[in-house]
């Protein structure tokens, strides 16, 4: 069974960083497609961004300001958010999948097998 366990949520001023940390259980990790997602209240789970198949995909309203990275070795991947905005706010979930996701499905939540607890985020003006 595959583990997801996210870290590094937390309250920041607006313009400020965090960084987020998933780290995943299961001894084929490097061939995950893995993906961040968020849900603000009273919203429907968004895509944030996502790492397939050696390629990088965000949404457009963190493009330029979120970074997704994974470390293989230590079975984790994070999400670096900088510039932060109030409208980052949310429960960010990070997603796992065995296989590799192409355009079209890399955003869909549905495609993901695999997800974590959830870490907040909240942002401050």
């Known amino acids: 069974q595959v583990q997801l366990v996210e870290s590094g949520g937390g309250l920041v001023l607006a313009g400020g960083s965090l960084r987020l940390s998933c780290a995943v259980s299961?001894?084929?990790?490097?061939?995950?497609?893995m993906g961040w997602f968020r849900q603000a209240p009273g919203k429907e789970r968004e895509f944030v961004a996502a790492?397939?198949?050696?390629?990088?995909y965000y949404s457009d309203s963190v493009k330029g300001r979120f970074t997704i990275s994974r470390d293989n070795a230590k079975n984790t991947v994070y999400l670096q958010m900088n510039s932060l905005k109030p409208e980052d706010t949310a429960v960010y979930y990070c997603?796992?999948?065995?296989?590799?996701?192409?355009?079209?499905?890399?955003?869909?939540?549905?495609?993901?097998?695999?997800w974590g607890q959830g870490t907040q985020v909240t942002v401050s003006s």
């Open positions: 997603a796992a999948d065995p296989g590799l996701l192409l355009q079209g499905h890399y955003s869909d939540s549905e495609e993901y097998d695999y």
């Open positions: 299961g001894r084929t990790f490097s061939s995950y497609a």
């Open positions: 790492w397939s198949g050696g390629f990088t």
